[in-house]
């Protein structure tokens, strides 16, 4: 009896071990990447403004969002030069992306 108590526990110490391993985001909406991924990115000059409540401005070079799922390799180059966005207003939004996969 006791070598079958053993036995179970041995077993379920070791199952983990063997398990497959994925990659997981704590955030549901997070980004899955299986391969291999490079990212430049370049900004130069890059301002972002807002004014009001809920507004967003935002300058990005080179980026992955939200809700993204890349298989494969990815490779991306990215440059901004003197790039400004400015959001004024209720609930407005203004954004300057190069080089961005995804999301909102």
Known sequence: MRLIT????????VSPVFSQQSQRSSN???????GNTEIKADQKDANALT???????SN???????STQIQGNT?????????????????NKASNEAGVIGGQ
């Open 6 to 13: 053993l036995l179970a526990t041995a077993t379920m110490m």
């Open 75 to 91: 490779k991306i180059s990215a440059s901004q030069k003197g790039a400004t966005a400015v959001a004024t207003g209720k609930d």
């Open 60 to 66: 990005v070079a080179g980026g992955i969002k939200g």
């Open 28 to 34: 549901p909406d997070g980004v899955q990447i299986q």
């Open 51 to 57: 004014s009001g409540e809920g507004n967003t401005a």
